[in-house]
């Protein structure tokens, strides 16, 4: 079956840019991640939503960054008036929750560079 | 807070060396521990996942057991191949951190033929 897709793949941006990352999860999976991966480190979470509902928000650097899954689905993550820090690649991830799983799995990241 | 240890690399080995990675964890509770992969070019993949103390978990001839006596997860392979070559990551959930991941530097492996 289809897993985790993100688009676009890459994303140049000039400093100042607003961005939108898209996130498709695996169908009818309940819970969805975005996570910041930086050169060279571990991912790091950002936002966390169940359904629609956005449950956790504490890894958002600044209120620059915005996420959103209006529908309980496809999630997008915004990032306003980008800045040179904010290069990294995004990566989403979704679990089911089903039967106590909470195996998450990874979409392939969208690469963004702020020039 | 919770948190990650993972040995620094970069590691080079031989093929069909023994590979050993440590990784040691700070958490509350009783997480869950896992090892994803990320091969060149390719999305972060789970590699192997343990959910409680002495469980051990294994995949592709890896193993690593969950020992909370020494709060570790370190990752084995008897015999390494080229193919094993790749960036690993140790990690981490918990209920009380609502199943966010929290991962290790990561360990970058390269496997000489």
């Known amino acids: 079956g289809a897993g985790v897709s993100q688009s676009p793949r890459y994303k140049v941006a000039k400093r100042g840019q607003d961005v939108a990352l898209r996130c498709d999860p695996i169908?009818?999976?309940?819970?969805l991640f975005w996570y910041q991966q930086a050169l060279g480190q571990g991912p790091e979470f950002l936002t966390y939503f169940q359904n629609e509902a956005q449950l956790d928000k504490s890894g958002l650097p600044s209120d620059r960054f915005f996420a959103e899954r209006p529908e309980g689905s496809v999630s997008t993550l915004k990032i306003q008036r980008t800045q040179q820090e904010d290069s990294a690649v995004y990566l989403c991830?979704?679990?089911?929750?089903?039967?106590?799983?909470?195996?998450?799995?990874f979409g392939p990241g969208t690469r963004l560079t702020v020039l | 807070g919770n948190s990650v240890t993972q040995m620094e690399g970069p590691v080079t080995l031989s093929e069909e060396a023994f590979l050993t990675i440590n990784c040691t964890y700070t958490?509350?509770?009783?997480?869950?521990l896992f090892w994803y992969v990320q091969y060149p070019g390719e999305g972060l993949q789970l590699l192997l996942k343990?959910?409680?103390?002495?469980d051990k978990g294994s995949n592709k001839g890896f193993e690593a057991t969950y020992r909370k006596e020494t709060t570790s997860f370190h990752l084995e392979k008897g015999s390494v191949q080229v193919s094993d070559s790749a960036v690993y990551f140790c990690?981490?959930?918990?209920?009380?951190?609502?199943?966010?991941?929290?991962f290790g530097s990561g360990t970058r492996l390269s496997i000489r033929p």
């Open positions: 991830a979704s679990s089911t929750l089903a039967g106590g799983d909470d195996t998450q799995y």
């Open positions: 169908s009818g999976h309940v819970s």
């Open positions: 958490a509350t509770g009783y997480p869950s």
């Open positions: 990690a981490l959930s918990s209920y009380s951190s609502a199943s966010k991941i929290i």
């Open positions: 343990a959910t409680k103390a002495d």
